[in-house]
């Protein structure tokens, strides 16, 4: 049976905050194993982040809280971690983080976590947390090459990970390359796929480059041919429904989809995928 999980972002305005709303409750019915909600660069979102993740959380809905390196102390972060848990979200994505914009590479906060493998150790020595972290179908811009990546992923895994979701991707043979290098590695954990629907083609172009993620050519050219016909949702949904189709074939059966607080073509996708729609999966989110 294939199951499904949402990333959100916390909203910043009013506005934001009834699309955020409007987005759960569409993808609701879908009845995901947990939703995500993300930690901004620098830790700004912090405050933003836990009302979101409360706001989310209830009987029906499991949320994951993002946590991150940067800008905290090693007690300043876990006092974060405590403080969701007495929340009752004991779900964490546990991240290095990236550094504020202007700010280069990645430096610790003199008292804090160096990586995310120390993260992950005292999230684990807890005992409270279930915890999930990022891999790379294409490296990481940051790592010497894909053995290297692989290598730290199972040091996160071995740190108390029980999940890999993935960064984006487009060609399903990446991920299928990927994901039997990290059996190969010893990686028991699963491997999630992070899947991108495609509401903007400009902006994913854009992030797709400053995150190394390569771009099929023959997908190029279909969007560049859609943004002219005005046609690039419906390319959208059949592109990434093909992809996660392509997936489930090779035995997949957990997609993590980035929504961008935009429900439509996340929807769109999981009917095309034959999702089930459960009304008793609907919530209000505060």
């Not at 020595?125 to 179908?137: D, E, L, Q």
């Not at 299928?176 to 902006?203: K, V």
Request: glycine letters at 8%; a negative charge; hydrophobic letters at 40%.
């Amino acid at each position: 049976m294939t199951q499904v999980s949402f990333e959100y972002f916390p909203p910043q305005s009013i506005e934001a905050s009834f699309r955020l709303r409007d987005t759960a409750q569409v993808l609701a019915p879908f009845a995901p194993r947990f939703v995500s909600v993300t930690y901004g660069a620098g830790g700004t979102t912090r405050t933003l982040t836990r009302d979101a993740a409360r706001a989310l959380q209830g009987p029906n809905q499991r949320v994951a809280a993002h946590l991150t390196c940067v800008g905290a102390t090693r007690d300043e972060t876990l006092q974060v971690a405590d403080d969701y848990a007495a929340d009752g979200i004991t779900d964490i994505v546990a991240l290095r983080g990236d550094p504020p914009k202007g700010q280069g590479a990645f430096t610790p906060h003199p008292d804090g976590f160096t990586d995310s493998v120390e993260l992950i150790e005292a999230l684990a020595k807890t005992g409270k947390f279930t915890i999930r972290v990022g891999a790379y179908p294409n490296t990481h811009p940051e790592a010497a090459n894909q053995a290297a990546d692989i290598d730290w992923l199972k040091r996160k895994i071995d740190a108390g990970a029980s999940e890999a979701l993935t960064q984006f991707f487009f060609d399903p043979e990446d991920f299928l390359r990927f994901r039997d290098a990290c059996a190969a590695a010893g990686i028991t954990a699963p491997i999630t796929p992070g899947i991108l629907p495609i509401e903007n083609w400009n902006g994913v172009k854009r992030f797709a480059a400053a995150c190394g993620t390569p771009i099929p050519p023959q997908l190029i050219n279909a969007f560049e041919k859609a943004s002219r016909d005005g046609r690039c949702d419906l390319l959208a949904v059949a592109q990434c429904s093909a992809l996660c189709d392509r997936l489930r074939d090779e035995g997949v059966d957990r997609f993590h989809f980035y929504t961008m607080n935009r429900p439509d073509l996340t929807r769109d996708v999981c009917r095309a995928l034959g999702l089930p729609e459960h009304r008793h999966g609907l919530q209000r989110v505060a």
